[in-house]
């Protein structure tokens, strides 16, 4: 019998957001050191360890595992699957796509099809071998950079996918040909689908970032012309987020509001108690909704508002006129040059700009 060796994309596209979902994945880059965690029989590993529990050396494991970057390897005695990868390549991102290439074989069960506990070329037919890593690289970019993601920012290129996703300029290269001929040819990734969905909150982040030249702050929204803390118009787009969730933020996020903007607490006196009907706290008459301070008054003290504004009780400037907030005017918020100056020079982030390699 003869047998005929396809690669099945749309199989290994699926495994890839079925991983997704295990991992509770919904923002890039995909963090992939840890996904083991997700899984009874599967272990992470880097080359070293491997050396250190068979006592061998670095060289004989390239040459026992056949591959100087990473395996999928079926240890039966256990019956567990360890996914190795030479910690020694530089490149960060490169290992990143390997453990993501390996972790495809896992996912599709290479091993089990083709019987090997290590899959390399000479080891099966070259055709089967083919077909096994063509469906793990599919895998791996659907993981790492997944179309759905890519292709609905407002623009998208190499150096793009290479930085959101964190994988290396020959992977980005390779899936942004990939893409665009897709996108040539009528392929479409819908946000309203299962995986889009999945991702829809992250793709509307990124796609109305902001970033102040000024101030050094990037916050999030579909319309602001003005930063939302020092009121300059020196606003960029950053299609990057900060990539890990250890930076801190120097304008820390201290209040919190319901959807009309009333504080949840009042920044004064903390009375946690407000009246549902009005937007001063009960306790100190504070106003507890920030807002535009573009505000004049008539005779009467009547406030005319001429910037109609609800901010979010963070903002120190309204992101419509770039006006002051009344949170700033009162004290409630200091001004933002007095926290950046406590932060300390060094400390300043460009969080738009950060480069923290998350493996
Ligand atoms: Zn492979
Ligand atoms: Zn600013
Ligand atoms: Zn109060
Ligand atoms: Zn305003």
């Given at each position: 019998m003869r047998?005929?060796?396809?690669p099945n994309?749309?199989?290994?596209?699926?495994a890839?957001?079925?991983?997704?979902?295990i991992?509770?994945?919904?923002?890039?880059?995909?963090?992939?050191r840890?996904?083991d965690k997700?899984?009874?029989d599967?272990?992470?590993?880097?080359?070293k360890?491997f050396?250190?529990?068979w006592?061998i050396?670095?060289e004989?494991?390239?040459?026992?595992?056949?591959?100087?970057?990473?395996c999928?390897?079926?240890?039966k005695?256990?019956d567990?699957?360890?996914?190795?990868?030479?910690?020694?390549?530089e490149?960060?991102?490169?290992?990143?796509?390997?453990?993501?290439?390996?972790?495809?074989?896992?996912m599709?069960?290479?091993?089990?099809?083709?019987?090997?506990?290590?899959l390399?070329?000479?080891?099966?037919?070259?055709?089967?071998?083919?077909?096994?890593e063509?469906?793990?690289?599919?895998?791996?970019?659907?993981?790492l950079?997944p179309?759905?993601v890519?292709?609905?920012l407002?623009?998208?290129d190499?150096?793009?996918?290479?930085?959101?996703c964190?994988?290396?300029?020959?992977?980005s290269t390779?899936?942004?040909?990939?893409?665009?001929n897709?996108?040539?040819?009528?392929v479409?990734?819908?946000?309203?689908?299962?995986i889009?969905?999945?991702?829809?909150?992250f793709?509307?982040?990124?796609?109305?970032k902001?970033?102040?030249?000024?101030?050094?702050v990037?916050?999030?929204s579909?319309?602001?012309?003005?930063?939302?803390?020092?009121g300059?118009?020196?606003l960029?787009?950053?299609l990057f987020l900060n990539?890990?969730d250890?930076?801190?933020m120097?304008?820390?996020v201290?209040?919190?509001?319901?959807e009309?903007?009333?504080v949840?607490?009042?920044?004064?006196c903390?009375?946690e108690e407000?009246?549902p009907a009005g937007d001063?706290c009960?306790?100190?008459g504070l106003?507890v909704?920030?807002?535009c301070?573009?505000?004049s008054y008539?005779s009467?003290?009547?406030?005319?508002?001429?910037?109609?504004?609800v901010?979010?009780?963070?903002?120190r400037?309204?992101?419509?006129?770039?006006?002051?907030?009344?949170f700033?005017?009162?004290?409630?918020l200091?001004?933002?040059?007095?926290i950046?100056?406590?932060a300390?020079?060094?400390?300043?982030?460009s969080?738009g700009?950060?480069k923290?390699?998350?493996l």
């Amino acid at each position: 019998m003869r047998m005929i060796f396809e690669p099945n994309f749309k199989k290994a596209e699926q495994a890839a957001y079925q991983l997704h979902e295990i991992a509770n994945i919904t923002a890039l880059p995909v963090k992939v050191r840890k996904i083991d965690k997700h899984f009874k029989d599967l272990k992470i590993k880097p080359y070293k360890w491997f050396a250190k529990e068979w006592g061998i050396t670095h060289e004989e494991t390239i040459r026992l595992l056949g591959s100087d970057e990473g395996c999928c390897f079926h240890w039966k005695q256990q019956d567990i699957y360890l996914v190795l990868y030479n910690e020694k390549v530089e490149n960060q991102a490169r290992i990143r796509w390997t453990i993501a290439h390996e972790l495809g074989h896992y996912m599709l069960k290479h091993n089990l099809k083709s019987q090997r506990s290590i899959l390399g070329r000479g080891g099966v037919p070259d055709k089967e071998y083919d077909m096994y890593e063509k469906e793990a690289n599919c895998f791996a970019r659907n993981f790492l950079a997944p179309p759905v993601v890519i292709t609905n920012l407002p623009h998208w290129d190499t150096y793009l996918i290479g930085e959101l996703c964190n994988i290396s300029f020959e992977a980005s290269t390779h899936t942004f040909e990939f893409y665009k001929n897709g996108k040539k040819i009528g392929v479409r990734y819908s946000l309203g689908s299962k995986i889009g969905l999945r991702f829809k909150q992250f793709v509307f982040k990124v796609s109305n970032k902001k970033y102040c030249k000024n101030c050094n702050v990037s916050f999030v929204s579909e319309t602001a012309r003005f930063c939302e803390c020092c009121g300059s118009d020196q606003l960029t787009r950053t299609l990057f987020l900060n990539q890990g969730d250890d930076i801190e933020m120097i304008y820390p996020v201290v209040y919190s509001a319901d959807e009309s903007g009333k504080v949840n607490i009042c920044p004064r006196c903390l009375n946690e108690e407000m009246h549902p009907a009005g937007d001063f706290c009960p306790q100190c008459g504070l106003e507890v909704v920030n807002r535009c301070d573009d505000i004049s008054y008539y005779s009467n003290h009547a406030p005319v508002f001429n910037c109609e504004a609800v901010l979010s009780p963070n903002q120190r400037h309204c992101h419509v006129c770039g006006c002051q907030s009344t949170f700033l005017r009162n004290g409630v918020l200091e001004p933002w040059e007095k926290i950046k100056e406590k932060a300390g020079q060094t400390t300043v982030l460009s969080e738009g700009f950060s480069k923290n390699p998350s493996l």
